[in-house]
T-cell receptor
């Protein structure tokens, strides 16, 4: 089945620094990838929709200048948390599916970000 | 927009018993309803899904039912095993909105050996 690889699985950074998270579709091409944020014991909240070759679409309340998304190829989307603060600490998850296939989105394994 | 509610938030069952998790949605145009299992520190994994043109789908010990009129769908796990212990999320989606998923709040299932 489709595999979505997400790296790193965890990262600790200092306040004010930037962190990049990668999401790769390993055996399929993904024109669309989604980035979610999940706080402990809570549900997944959609942050943005990443479209290959175009600008990402951000959900209301998500700062696009803080959470930079780049989807430069059909197999890679990156999320960069800029000038990170402790309140940005969370679990970030990406998802994707086969191009042209509506059903059966696959999620990455997630990235635990801790800002100290 | 779509609003998905999920109940119960926690569920404990004895090994071998059945577990049922229920979700309701608000947007009658939603036409795809997946269920995901999330283990601690991992991303969600799709375990079963159902489309709006089907009322029930089964895959071994797992089944999902959909009532479009009442706008609710349920996950049924039979003969539960300790490895079924995890957080389960339901979701609703509509193809016309670009596949955006609206997730329920999750159910923490514990199967007691």
């Amino acid at each position: 089945g489709a595999v979505v690889s997400q790296h790193p699985s965890w990262v600790i950074c200092k306040s004010g620094t930037s962190v990049k998270i990668e999401c790769r579709s390993l055996d399929f091409q993904a024109t669309t990838m989604f980035w979610y944020r999940q706080f402990p014991k809570q549900s997944l909240m959609l942050m943005a929709t990443s479209n290959e070759g175009s600008k990402a679409t951000y959900e209301q309340g998500v700062e696009k200048d803080k959470f930079l998304i780049n989807h430069a190829s059909l197999t890679l989307s990156t999320l960069t948390v800029t000038s990170a603060h402790p309140e940005d600490s969370s679990f970030y998850i990406c998802s994707a599916n086969d191009r042209g296939e509506f059903y059966g989105y696959t999620f990455g394994s997630g990235t635990r970000l801790t800002v100290v | 927009g779509e609003n998905v509610e999920q109940h119960p938030s926690t569920l404990s069952v004895q090994e071998g018993d059945s577990a049922v998790i229920k979700c309701t949605y608000s947007d009658s145009a939603s036409n795809y309803f997946p269920w995901y299992k999330q283990e601690l520190g991992k991303g969600p994994q799709l375990i079963i899904d159902i489309r709006s043109n089907v009322g029930e789908k089964k895959d071994q010990r797992i089944a999902v039912t959909l009532n479009k009129t009442a706008k609710h769908f349920s996950l049924h796990i039979t003969e539960t095993q300790p490895e079924d212990s995890a957080v389960y999320f339901c979701a609703a989606s509509r193809y016309e909105t670009g596949n955006q998923f609206y997730f329920g709040t999750g159910t923490s299932l514990t199967v007691i050996p």
